[in-house]
Nanobody, 115 residues
């Protein structure tokens, strides 16, 4: 059974930094695409960043240059380093893994950026 457990969210002032982690268990994910999505109140869930099994990355335009996604296949973990945070980055952040023919989601972690 695949499980994703996120950590690292919290409250930070604008301009600050946070690092999110997502530990996956229940399988081996070295060949899976791993990523982060977010959902702000009243808005649809949107892609933040994804990293392929080969290490290629894709970012939303709104976070390019500020966020960095990375993965550690030995630990089955994906990270999101967030810097220069803005109030509009406030959202619940969800870890996502595309594994085989299935998509898996974490429970979400709240990130709140105060102005």
């Amino acid at each position: 059974q695949v499980q994703l457990v996120e950590s690292g969210g919290g409250l930070v002032q604008a301009g600050g930094s946070l690092r999110l982690s997502c530990a996956a268990s229940g399988s081996t994910f070295s060949n899976s695409v791993m990523g982060w999505y977010r959902q702000a109140p009243g808005k649809q869930r949107e892609l933040v960043a994804v990293v392929s099994s080969g290490g290629s990355t894709t970012y939303a335009d709104s976070v390019k240059g500020r966020f960095t996604i990375s993965r550690d296949n030995a630990k089955n973990t994906v990270y999101l380093q967030m810097t220069s945070l803005k109030p509009e980055d406030t959202a619940v952040y969800y870890c996502n893994v595309a594994h085989g023919y299935s998509m898996y989601w974490g429970q979400g972690t709240q990130v709140t950026v105060s102005s």
